[in-house]
C-alpha cells in the first residue's frame, strides 16, 4: 500500500512539473528577428492589363493575276524593296497575243461590215424620200445598219478585254514597300479561272508595325485609345518596346467560350528589330498615377503578432539620458 502511494505522488508531480513547462512563455530571441525599413517617398503606381499579341505590319497586300499563264520572268525576291508602279514579274503572252489578233480581225471585219451597210443607207436614203423603193426595203436597210453597228460595239469590247489581259501579264507593285513572300518561281503555271492565285505579299513600311492582340472581355472595359503600352519580344528579353492602343476593335472573337477582343498597338520600328509574326507581351497602362506619395506594399500586408512586438519593445534599450535630465 505504501509503495502504491509513492508511485501516485510521484505521477503526480511529473504532470505538475511537465505543466508548468508547457505554459511557461519561451523569451523571444531579438536577434533573430529581421525587421526592415524603408522611406516613404514620391513615385509611380499604375495598374496594367496583360495579354499576347502578334507583331504586323501595318498594310499587307496581297498582289495576284487575273490571267492565267506561265511565268515567265520575275524581278524582285523576298526581302526586295520596291516602289509602286514597279514592275514584279511577268506572264508569258503568247496567248494572250494571239488573242489579240484574233479580236483585232473581228474588229476589221465587223468595221468593215458597218461601213457597207453605212454607205448602203446613204445609198438608198434618196431613193426612198423620192418613194422609189419600197418600205420594206427600207426597214431591211435600217435593221441592216443597226445589226452592223452592234456587231462592230462587240467586237471593240472583245478587243479591249483582251488589250487587257494582255496588260495583266506584266504584275507591278501597287505600293512601296517590301516584299515579305514569294509563292511562284519562273517556270511556273498559275491559273486565274475560279480565284486570284497570290503571287507576292508586300508590306508597306516595316519602320512602322502595330501589334494585334486579344484582351479577354472581363479586362475590355478598361482598354481606351491613346492608353501607353509595354510589349516585349521572346527575341529581344531585355529590350521594353513603347507604344500607344490606336484602335479597339468590337468584333468579338469566340474560342472555346472565352470572349476576347482585338486591339490595336501601335509599334514603332526605326531599327527593324520588329519582325512580322513576333509574338509580343504586352501590358497596357489603364491608370496610372505619378509624382505620388508611395511606401512598399509589402508594408502594407504585414500584421505582426501582438506578442512578438510586446516581447521586442520590452527588450529593447533605452536611450542613456544626460545627468539632470528627465525622459520625456
Known amino acids: 500500500m505504501k509503495k502504491k502511494t509513492i508511485i501516485i505522488i510521484a505521477l503526480v508531480l511529473i504532470a505538475i512539473v511537465s505543466a508548468a513547462l508547457i505554459l511557461k512563455p519561451s523569451k523571444v530571441d ?19 492589363v496583360e495579354a499576347t499579341g502578334t507583331i504586323e505590319a501595318i498594310t ?29 514579274a511577268k506572264i508569258d503572252t503568247t496567248n494572250l497575243a494571239a488573242q ?27 431613193l426612198q424620200n423620192k418613194g422609189l423603193i419600197s418600205q420594206t426595203d427600207y426597214d431591211q436597210l435600217i435593221y441592216d445598219i443597226a ?19 494582255l496588260d495583266y501579264a506584266l504584275i507591278y507593285s501597287p505600293i512601296d514597300g517590301v516584299v515579305l513572300n ?43 485609345e491613346g492608353q501607353r503600352v509595354e510589349f516585349t519580344v521572346d527575341a529581344y528579353p531585355e529590350t521594353i518596346f513603347e507604344g500607344k492602343v490606336t484602335q479597339l476593335r468590337w468584333e468579338p472573337t469566340v474560342t472555346n467560350n472565352v470572349v476576347t477582343y482585338t486591339i490595336i ?9 520588329l519582325m512580322p509574326g513576333m509574338t509580343a507581351t504586352i501590358e497596357v497602362y489603364v491608370l496610372e498615377k505619378t509624382d505620388i506619395l ?14 512578438l512586438m510586446m516581447s521586442y519593445m520590452k527588450q529593447q534599450v533605452k536611450p542613456e539620458m544626460p545627468k539632470g535630465q528627465n525622459p520625456p
Open 294 to 307: 508611395v511606401v512598399p506594399s509589402k508594408a502594407l500586408r504585414f500584421t505582426p503578432d501582438q506578442k
Open 265 to 273: 498597338v501601335d509599334a514603332p520600328n526605326p531599327d527593324y528589330k
Open 60 to 88: 499587307t497586300v496581297d498582289v495576284g493575276t487575273q490571267v492565267s499563264g506561265i511565268i515567265d520572268k520575275l524581278f524582285v525576291d523576298y526581302n526586295t524593296p520596291v516602289k509602286k508602279g514597279q514592275l514584279l
Open 30 to 48: 531579438v536577434s533573430q528577428i529581421d525587421i526592415q525599413t524603408a522611406k516613404a517617398g514620391e513615385g509611380t503606381i499604375s495598374n496594367v
Open 100 to 126: 489579240m489578233e484574233q479580236s483585232q480581225a473581228s474588229l476589221d471585219n465587223a468595221k468593215a461590215q458597218l461601213d457597207y451597210q453605212q454607205a448602203t443607207y446613204d445609198r438608198m436614203l434618196p
Open 182 to 224: 514569294k509563292e511562284v518561281e519562273e517556270g511556273q503555271t498559275v491559273a486565274a479561272s475560279f480565284n486570284t492565285p497570290t503571287l507576292f505579299s508586300i508590306a508597306n513600311d516595316l519602320t512602322q508595325m502595330q501589334v494585334e492582340a486579344n484582351i479577354d472581355e472581363a479586362d475590355i472595359g478598361h482598354i481606351k
Open 147 to 165: 445589226v452592223a453597228k452592234a456587231n462592230y460595239k462587240s467586237a471593240l469590247a472583245q478587243h479591249k478585254k483582251n488589250q487587257i489581259d
